[in-house]
């Protein structure tokens, strides 16, 4: 009897078809799907605040920030993939008319996971900055008070600045918008402080 093999690379329609009828969310990348793991709380936590924040600091501009349900489509290296947040600014660019993925991102925000922080700081980040309209990164670990943000300058060139009190605030360049760490970090819990806790107890 032979067994059946199984396939490993997707085109994008398959892609699409497959992620259409699925109950849990996927990437797809260099034609491979990849199963998007569950979050942690202080992830859950970190990404609603700071897109509450973010909201409310864009209210009136032209610009519309989306949660982690929303796609963004890379053309030049066909990723798709469900940041925590987007922004995008004036009309949405849609990938083949789809209203549920964008090409045309602004700002994006990953808050961090083990799992894929290497490929969040590294592959994805250099993914990410093919998209003419991408110009602001931002990279929120869930471990720790510490929040990175990379921004393209006026000679197209990337700067880091890093954040890491919570009186900080993040003011994000040529967008006259700012968020503080006190916004995002609200109500996160860190491992450290239940350790003291249990300790003193």
Known sequence: MQTKE??????????????????TKHQLYNGE??????????????????SFALMNAFKGKPCIVTGADLKVQIEKNGLFTYPDVSIFCGEPEFYKNR?????????IVEVLSDSIEAFERGKKFELYRTLESFKHY???????????????NEKSNWELEEFKEMKDILKIHNLNVEIS?????????????KTQSNFLN
Do not use: R, W
């Not at 199984?6 to 109950?23: G, M, S, V």
């Not at 799907?33 to 609603?48: D, E």
């Not at 760490?181 to 402080?193: A, G, H, N, P, Q």
């Open 6 to 23: 199984i396939k490993q690379f997707y085109t994008i329609e398959e892609y699409l078809e497959f992620e259409d009828q699925a109950d």
């Open 33 to 50: 799907i990849f199963a998007m793991s569950g979050a942690t709380l202080n992830h859950n936590i970190i990404a609603s605040y700071t």
């Open 99 to 107: 209203n549920d993925t964008i090409t045309n991102p602004i700002l």
């Open 138 to 152: 931002i990279l929120i670990s869930q471990k720790e008070i510490h929040v990175e943000y990379y921004f393209k």
């Open 181 to 193: 760490l006190e916004e995002i970090y609200s109500k996160v819990k860190f491992e450290t402080d």
